[in-house]
């Protein structure tokens, strides 16, 4: 299983959201796309986004500013 | 379109219209930052461009801030919050001066230029329709508009909202 990363550090709202849509078509259903983010906003954001299009948000981690979450792709 | 949501070939499809009035580069943002957000939920987004948020269609975008009449209008400093006193905006140049701050603010904190999140919208098939009414009033041409937009009336938007779950005015 190929490994499917996004790195969104750096950006704001609602950049990570957009950026994480876009690469979770280029990843195969019930695979996961880990993304990275240091916006702060994107922990509630991941939440409601995997919430309302089905994709399930297997794990969200804070590690100082950063912020991790895994989507398997639904 | 949104009969894809009565058709039923989305599952979960929800739809949202948005008013668009204001084409300041502030106002300009709660509209495009609502709507690329809704399509990559996969929420159908209708934008109705009417008034001063029409020039948003535009290819050029020149858009600019000022603090006239915008008490509200704060910008970090030196740790600390500045307010603009109305009198300064109407020295020549000033408002210039803002903008580019404001453009500088804006990239410095990562936040996405509404030239790219225009195109991101573009790009999830969000709807856009331009006021044909406001057109004919302030004379803009279709020609200075982005390619893919639609053009109508109060009807074309009304008939559209109508079946949305979330309609905004901004």
């Known amino acids: ?74 | 379109m949104l009969d894809k949501a009565k058709s039923g070939d989305m599952s979960n499809a929800k739809s949202m219209s948005i008013i668009v009035t204001k084409g300041t580069l502030d106002w300009a943002y709660p509209p495009f930052i609502l709507a690329t957000a809704a399509a990559a939920m996969d929420i159908d987004v209708t934008m109705f461009f009417t008034f001063y948020g029409l020039p948003l269609l535009n290819k050029n975008l020149d858009l600019k801030v000022s603090t006239l009449g915008n008490p509200a209008m704060k910008m970090p400093m030196a740790g600390m919050h500045m307010a603009m006193p109305n009198l300064m905006p109407m020295i020549p140049g000033v408002d210039r001066m803002t903008t580019t701050m404001m453009k500088n603010l804006i990239k410095k904190k990562g936040v996405a230029s509404i030239e790219d999140l225009r195109e991101a919208a573009v790009e999830m098939d969000v709807k856009m329709i331009g006021c044909q009414m406001t057109m004919d009033l302030f004379e803009f041409s279709k020609e200075d508009m982005i390619d893919g937009i639609e053009i109508g009336g109060a009807a074309t938007y009304l008939e559209n909202a109508v079946n949305c779950d979330i309609n905004l005015y901004i």
């Open chain 1, 1 to 74: 299983m190929a490994e499917h990363v996004l790195n969104a550090e750096g950006l704001n709202c609602p950049l990570p959201i957009i950026k994480a849509k876009k690469a979770l078509k280029s990843v195969p259903q019930g695979e996961i796309l880990m993304v990275r983010s240091t916006d702060p906003g994107s922990v509630a954001d991941f939440a409601a986004f995997c919430n309302q299009t089905g994709n399930e948000l297997v794990s969200s981690n804070t590690e100082g500013n950063v912020y991790t979450f895994e989507i398997k792709h639904n």
